[in-house]
């Protein structure tokens, strides 16, 4: 091996890559570290869904709160859950904003031989919202690709 081939390998490691799953109608959920340097706790990951060019919304999971949404999804989905986001210490920050009956961020339910994400966002000039429903056996590879992201996004914190 020589240096260059060294290098790609590193950078390769090193880039977060993002994780996707599309659906039959062309909505896709993507999910990618944030690649910003944060202190710890801090570093961010996105989950975003894409309905089309024109509608698409993202939540910011911290590292704080990504592993109670990794252990969610480590047994089927049976009920609402919402991310609730917290301060590095654990103390919870409470919602930043109000929409359908207070969920804020990223919400999970259960559907019909699956569950749905919803990702709610402030555009600045409204509330931004798209959900994907994915089939029970996109579960685990999406709590997988939570899991991987997590450690890129750590490795990121000061």
Not at 30 to 36: E, K, L, M, Y
Not at 40 to 51: F, K, M, S
Not at 76 to 81: I, K
């Amino acid at each position: 091996m020589d240096f260059h081939d060294a290098i790609n390998i590193v950078t390769a490691e090193l880039t977060p890559q993002p994780w996707d799953y599309t659906t039959p109608h062309e909505v896709t959920l993507t999910v990618i570290p944030a690649g910003h340097p944060e202190d710890p706790g801090c570093a961010e990951v996105y989950l975003r869904v894409t309905r089309d060019k024109a509608h698409a919304a993202q939540a910011a999971i911290t590292t704080t709160d990504l592993p109670a949404l990794i252990a969610v999804l480590g047994e089927p989905v049976t009920s609402h859950w919402e991310h609730e986001p917290h301060y590095t210490d654990g103390t919870p920050k409470g919602r930043i904003g109000t929409w359908l009956g207070d969920v804020t961020g990223l919400a999970l339910n259960p559907m019909q031989d699956g569950f749905s994400v919803t990702a709610i966002e402030d555009a600045g000039d409204g509330v931004a919202a798209a959900s994907i429903t994915l089939p029970e056996a996109q579960r685990l590879p999406l709590a997988s690709a939570l899991r991987r992201a997590l450690d890129v996004a750590r490795g990121w914190e000061g």
